[in-house]
């Protein structure tokens, strides 16, 4: 019965892949995924880290069958699952032929490149945040919301951070990150230990396609811990570009104590142009110390943020923790928003990749 199944499954030829919007096919061999094989045949497949934890290679499986080889889930959420979305790193055909498709890039956004850089200096935004200011060979240019990959010469895999601040048209040669400390993490650990000042970097940048979309509803943005960054460079940036959407930022922490760069969101809220509420969300927050904003968690705030302007063209942008993010993305779409009108970048680790393979 086995073996009956596995034939049944085998396909006869070396499996073609169609890659939209490209229209490009190639023959993916044994053993290769389809992210390895699109690489091969030159196909600019978005991808980064190609052990199934960053989602740069998320695309639409159209037609035919993968399988995964380390769990789509500790990456996609449930939603997207069902909604036909693989990880291209970790699918391998298992139909003669399957298409794909990439979700649309940035456009204008600049090529990745490679950078050698160095941490000049560090601010310490909470206890377990800090701004990273990072000192770069040349001028940097990037999107608003996208990250940079780095990596120092004691680690084996580069780190994705997110730019925290606007960029800046001609690029920058100093660039900024807020990096919360990972316990047990290789290089959070250095870096609040203060033993990677000065050392030597290898930037890739910039990556990803996490971006603010030209729409005109409402921009409901939501942020976990160091997830803060990408939003503020994103809204630092419209503001300067003088957007006029209703734009609501609800932040989740654990207490008062966790919240940080209130300074910003106070400047960015003073001069947006189309009505800016700021929502922080304590988890944690002791009940007797006088706290008035709000209390839970930060998704349970999603429904008041939409305040019924879910079908004006609402879209949500998001980032922080994996279990949050998946968790807004169930509310907002309970709430009537489409997926193709979420965005996020998830803040996965190395232990996001340990764990989808010993699964
Ligand atoms: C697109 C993207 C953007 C990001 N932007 C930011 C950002 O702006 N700010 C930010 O703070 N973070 C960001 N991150 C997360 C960041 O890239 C790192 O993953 C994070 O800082 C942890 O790095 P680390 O080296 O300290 O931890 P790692 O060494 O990666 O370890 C992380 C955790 O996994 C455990 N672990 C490691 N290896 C294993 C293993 N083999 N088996 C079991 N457990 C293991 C460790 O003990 C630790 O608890 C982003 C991630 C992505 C994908
Ligand atoms: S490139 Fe596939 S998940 Fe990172």
Request: net charge negative; charged share 25%.
């Amino acid at each position: 019965m086995v073996s009956f199944l596995k034939n049944l499954f085998k396909p006869k030829t070396a499996p073609t892949v169609e890659v939209q919007p490209f229209g490009t096919s190639f023959e993916v061999p044994a053993g290769q995924t389809v992210l390895e094989s699109a690489l091969e045949h030159s196909v600019p497949f978005p991808h980064n880290c190609t052990v199934g934890t960053c989602g740069a290679c998320k695309c639409r499986l159209v037609s035919g069958r993968v399988k995964a080889i380390t769990d789509f889930g500790y990456v996609l959420s449930q939603k997207e699952l069902d909604a036909g979305y693989i990880l291209a790193c970790q699918a391998v055909p298992q139909d003669e032929r399957i298409v794909v498709q990439v979700p649309a890039g940035i456009e204008d956004a600049p090529p990745a490149e490679r950078y050698r850089g160095s941490i000049v200096a560090t601010e310490s935004l909470t206890h377990d945040i800090l701004r990273v200011k990072v000192e770069l060979d040349r001028p940097l240019r990037f999107v608003a919301g996208q990250y940079a990959s780095l990596k120092s010469a004691e680690l084996a895999l580069p780190r994705c951070y997110s730019f925290a601040d606007a960029p800046e048209r001609e690029g920058s040669r100093t660039v900024s990150f807020m990096i919360r400390k990972v316990p047990g993490g290789a290089f959070t650990e250095a870096l609040f230990a203060g033993t990677l000042k000065g050392t030597s970097l290898t930037v890739e940048a910039p990556l990803g396609d996490f971006h603010l979309r030209t729409g005109e509803g409402p921009m409901i943005c939501v942020a976990g811990g160091s997830g803060l960054a990408p939003l503020l460079s994103i809204l630092e940036d419209a503001r300067k570009k003088r957007v006029t959407r209703r734009c609501v930022l609800l932040f989740g922490a654990r207490t008062q104590a966790d919240l940080y760069a209130l300074d910003q969101i106070r400047t960015i809220a003073g001069g947006w142009r189309g009505g800016f509420e700021f929502l922080p969300v304590l988890s944690a927050e002791p009940a007797d110390s006088g706290w008035e904003g709000r209390r839970g968690m930060v998704t349970e705030y999603i429904a008041e943020a939409l305040a019924g302007e879910a079908d004006r063209g609402a879209e949500f942008y998001m980032c922080g923790p994996p279990v949050m993010i998946d968790r807004a993305i169930d509310v907002a779409c309970d709430q009537g928003i489409a997926l193709d009108s979420i965005h996020y970048d998830k803040f996965t680790d190395l232990g996001t990749a340990a764990r989808a393979v010993a699964a």
